[in-house]
T-cell receptor
Framework: DTEVTQTPKHLVMGMTNKKSLKCEQH?????MYWYKQKAKKPPELMFV???????INESVPSRFSPECPNSSLLNLHLHALQPEDSALYLC???????????????FGEGSRLTVL | GENVEQHPSTLSVQEGDSAVIKCTYS??????FPWYKQELGKRPQLIID?????GEKKDQRIAVTLNKTAKHFSLHITETQPEDSAVYFC??????????FGSGTQLTVLP
């Protein structure tokens, strides 16, 4: 299995809603990522879980909170979002060799989020 | 941290011509340089990558060159086809082992 699976593919939510995006991989990768991407812009790194340790992009607002239940699953909890948070949210994983990240990212298909 | 600059932002070529996209990076410790192609509404797809111990890599019509001294790398697409039209992103993996992306190039291949 060489896929990173994201659900849902599309999500529409109001500013007072609480929702979650889910990501799963079964490639044995020990690093998983959330990226945010606006149209025709590069992906922006939000969070990294590497060997169960979380690294945060300091510019990401607290209305986004990641959760890593185990090394195969990565969730992104959404609460009180703003319309400007509408974007494509990409999950990715990367392989390590001898404990060192190879850097090669495997992207999921993304979750297209619209905040009304 | 790493900074990656990509040029041009838009590129139009006639079908059958070559296309070249260039990127520069700032972190001399960077050692992994992938290129991603992203079609409208789809995820980025890795099309080719190169590591710092190699100067050039080819895969059919696509090639990447790396100049570590000058800290720049380039994507070359030969015999372009309409299906090559997409946004292309370069990236570099620096000391933090996290990818930093360039700003992207919208390639249009005109029939």
């Amino acid at each position: 299995d060489t896929e990173v699976t994201q659900t849902p593919k599309h999500l529409v939510m109001g500013m007072t809603n609480k929702k979650s995006l889910k990501c799963e991989q079964h490639m044995g990768h020990r690093a998983m990522y959330w990226y945010k991407q606006k149209a025709k812009k590069p992906p922006e790194l939000m969070f990294v879980y590497s060997y169960e340790k979380l690294s945060i992009n300091e510019s990401v607002p607290s209305r986004f909170s990641p959760e890593c239940p185990n090394s195969s699953l990565l969730n992104l909890h959404l609460h009180a979002l703003q319309p400007e948070d509408s974007a494509l949210y990409l999950c990715a994983s990367s392989q390590q060799l001898a404990g060192v990240d190879t850097g090669e990212l495997f992207f999921g298909e993304g979750s297209r989020l619209t905040v009304l | 941290g790493e900074n990656v600059e990509q040029h041009p932002s838009t590129l139009s070529v006639q079908e059958g011509d070559s296309a070249v996209i260039k990127c520069t990076y700032s972190d001399s410790a960077s050692n992994y340089f992938p290129w991603y192609k992203q079609e409208l509404g789809k995820r980025p797809q890795l099309i080719i990558d190169i590591r710092s111990n190699v100067g050039e890599k080819k895969d059919q019509r696509i090639a990447v060159t790396l100049n570590k001294t000058a800290k720049h790398f380039s994507l070359h697409i030969t015999e372009t086809q309409p299906e090559d039209s997409a946004v292309y992103f370069c990236a570099a993996s620096g000391a933090a082992r996290q990818l930093t992306f360039g700003s992207g190039t919208q390639l249009t291949v005109l029939p």
